[in-house]
């Protein structure tokens, strides 16, 4: 029962973290091709990368601000996904093994 549950955990934590990283390379490529901003799904994604990819702000800043937001977002995206999954892994390590596995 408690292996199911952290196995259910570690999938949740997965995929959080992945939408969270599709969320940040959507906003790296909305910034590089220059979407709209008012747009509801360009300013969901700008919010997001704010909440949750704050940690690259201003990680490199070349001379062309558009490249370096582009590439800052696409590296926080990057850490969410490895991230993600690194933490998922480590959960479902965590599940005792069941008396199928042991035997």
Known sequence: ??????DVVATVVRVVCSV???VLLLHAVFVFFEANPTNGLVEFARTIRGDFG???EN??????AKTGET???AIAALVWVVAGS?????IARLAPASRA???
């Open 86 to 90: 690194l933490l998922s892994k480590l």
């Open 71 to 73: 590439v800052n977002a």
């Open 1 to 6: 029962m408690a292996a199911r549950a952290l």
């Open 54 to 56: 704050g940690f690259t």
């Open 101 to 103: 596995k042991a035997g």
């Open 59 to 64: 990680l490199f800043q070349p001379s062309d």
């Open 20 to 22: 969270i990283g599709a």
